[in-house]
């Protein structure tokens, strides 16, 4: 902490360019304190449609949106090095990836707003990689097909909800400092892939103690004044505690780690201006939070995610209550576009022995249909199917061996393709992205590696020590931060992919993805240590007007005759004990007619009481006689809140009933409460969308 004659003097040389900036949206050079930075957070609603939507993740045909448990939030950073006038944008969004056309439209719509302030090159968007969101929003058709189509208002719901959050963190930029922390984290995540896994070699495996990385790293956001406002962390698990068979909307455990500490922190989330607690994700590609239950039986799969959740919590408040280490000053940024499809690798990225080296054109592999079998299961084939494969390993499913293109076969090594996605090209559009970023954001002695794919444990590892090596002892700490800026399956070590578990047969560029992925990442480190710029490499494709397919809207909502929209058809009972669940079902409309941004599908209310007394005359006697009169109610849980479901059901052919649940918490107060539904239903005569509300009776908690 400054002392007080340091800190009137920052604040005196500083706040006539702050206020400036932020009125004109320019950058300006500022006499900055060696660990001083610009900072500011932000936090925005992006949960999609809570109904009929396929959710994105398991690839379930039947797995669609049924209402929320917890809402999906973007988390958003900005750090500005006030000397050099240059700044990053960091996002961790509570969704399954960052489709290409995500990233896209993201920066449109900042440059919109801020002309070149912000570009690809400085605004990283990572997903946190829930498997429980609504999906069908990629422009490529691959990730597409469970849902039927693309959706163009999920779409437009996560672009903007990630949008809003950078708006907002650039708002609210103030000077400040950023300090780090890193601590091991044991018993929150177990690795699914082991045959793969210690199939590296033996001398590399004994260099660590864990088959999964159990360092956690935390930032801490502390504004030149004291005010705390932010933190961000990388951990390596899977958000797949809730398995294939849910359907209720949530951040998962990552989401509700974010969810504890923002409450703790009073966070507010209508406000612009809040406490932001972001679980971001790294090399969790071969992690699984599923191990030491089994399989996800959809019983207990909320109980495992509270728990892994609040293990990955309360760690982080551990590491941000005892973080001292202030990240060194300056802020810089590198990116590249590559196409992986065909990159040219040099021996010196090579394993050893092997000479230089090539990527294939995508394809994914047969065990890629098993799914991960420790968290979502595909079809009931084993994983490690290798090529050439003996076709009594697959049963009935594909008793034949496939039709291949052998320049592709023989590429591609191991892996027996199943579906060649840079062959099939509807449109001249393959199914998945070949042209992909790679991106280093530096702040202070910290590298943040956007890396466009879901990467194992140790090819993490790999990349990190590749990347700290080419930054030539600039920084002390590298992260990974997965699933960033646009997703092309999985990328496994070389002596993984030979084995051809889940992950490897996800590698989509082949047995040398990681290598070629290494070589970039190396190339952009190498241009920010000599303080040169990095080639733009090939410009990705826009796609976002090429859609087909799209998902249907709601053609309109009705109810039962002699009910209006908001009704109740099950009221809840007169009272209930704290730990009880409170029930009631309400005739309502369906939920994509209006997303309720920033707000919400239901409040559970406290009523507020007070005693009016008034004296009557009875025979020859008065008596004072005592009523209680409803003077106001407080909201104490909305479908943000983990203790609340909000769940919808299509009844017939356009009516909707909705059930809102609340589980009563054991710190609840005792007293009066209801339920309230908002929702909005929409006309089948002309269109229109009106809003309306329905109401529980009282109910009182003992």
Known sequence: MKSAQKMFSWVFRVFPAVFFCGLMLCSVTLTAQASDFLIGSGIYDMTGP????????????????????MRLRSRAFVVVDPGAAKRVAFVSADTGIIPQGIKQRVVQLLQNTYGSLYTDKNVLLSASHSHS?????????MY????FGYDETNFNCVANGIFQSIVRAHNNLTPGSIQINTGNLNDCGWNRSLDAYENNPADELSQYSSDTDKTMTLLKFVTSGGQEIGTLNWFAIHPTSLGNTNKLISGDNKGYASYLFEKDMGTSYTASNTFVAAFAQTNSGDVSPNIFWGYPNGVDDFDHMKTLGQRQYMKAVELYNTATESLSAGVDFRHQYVDFSNESIASAFMPAGTGAGNTCIGAIGVSMLAGSTEDGKGIDIAEGITYPYDISLLGNVFPFEFTLIP?????HAEKPIILPMGRITPQGIPLTPEVLPVQILKIGNLAIVGHPTEITTMAGRRLRETVKSALGGSVDYVVIAALSNAYAGYTSTREEYAVQHYEGASTHFGPYSLNAFQQRFAGIASDMAAGSASPSGPTPRDISDDQILNTLGVVFDDKPIGKSFGDVETDVNSSYSRGNTVSVVFWGAHPRNDLRLQGTFLKVEKVNTVEVCRQETIGCDTVTVCEDQVTSYTAVAHDWDPETIYHWQRSGVANSKVTISWTIPSNAAPGQYRIRHFGNWKSGWNGSISAYEGVSGIFSVN
């Open 50 to 69: 809570a109904a009929e939507l396929g959710m994105m993740g398991y690839s379930m045909l039947d797995q669609k949106t049924e209402g929320i448990s």
């Open 133 to 141: 969101g609504p999906g069908a929003y990629s422009h490529y058709a």
């Open 144 to 147: 597409n097909l469970s849902m």
């Open 407 to 411: 320049e592709d076969q023989d590429c």
